[in-house]
């Protein structure tokens, strides 16, 4: 999964873009936080893995009523496309890589942590292995374009074009 600050980099760069969608803030970014902020993500996320997001299945049990909902939503659309779009590979360099890339999303999308996120983000020099700045600023702008409301519909149309996984190499 994508570590907290590429969701809440995604999180304030879609409500920096869509405004007029009148977004509750604080309900907006805690819906954004949940799915990953809970023990059993196979549940959280309606997928056997966090990185197999089911946004058809969440959109099934919940919808795009409230901001906190839409958080939600932009949270598992985030993890699907990271892991459909974006990386081909994943080891537990992964998470070195989100350490290392941190402080320099959190400055370039005026990321700000929640409390209840601030103690589980970490920061470090090093060298990146899977990630860059480059890729992820690519897969931040591409989903804060989405309109989500736009974006449900299609996925409740043509459920199957957003449920299949594809096979991500583990090393």
């Known amino acids: 999964m994508p570590g907290y600050v590429i969701h809440l980099a995604v999180a304030e760069r879609y409500l920096e873009k869509h405004k007029s969608k009148n977004e509750n803030y604080n309900e907006f970014i805690e819906g954004v936080i949940y799915p990953d902020s809970t023990k059993i993500k196979s549940e ?28 939600y939503f932009l949270h598992l659309l985030t993890d699907y496309l990271f892991y459909n779009r974006y990386i081909d590979t994943i080891s537990n360099d992964i998470y070195s890589d989100y350490d290392i890339l941190n402080d320099k999303l959190i400055e370039k999308y005026n990321v700000k942590l929640p409390e209840k996120v601030k103690n589980t983000v970490s920061s470090k020099e090093g060298q990146l292995k899977i990630l860059s700045m480059e890729l992820l600023d690519k897969l931040i702008n591409e989903i804060s374009n989405y309109d989500l409301d736009e974006l449900s519909l299609d996925i409740k149309k043509d459920p199957l074009k957003w449920t299949r996984m594809r096979k991500l190499k583990r090393l």
């Open 44 to 71: 959280t996320h309606y997928g056997e893995k966090s990185s197999e997001s089911n946004v058809y299945e969440f959109l099934k049990e919940h919808g795009l009523n409230n901001s906190y909902e839409r958080g």
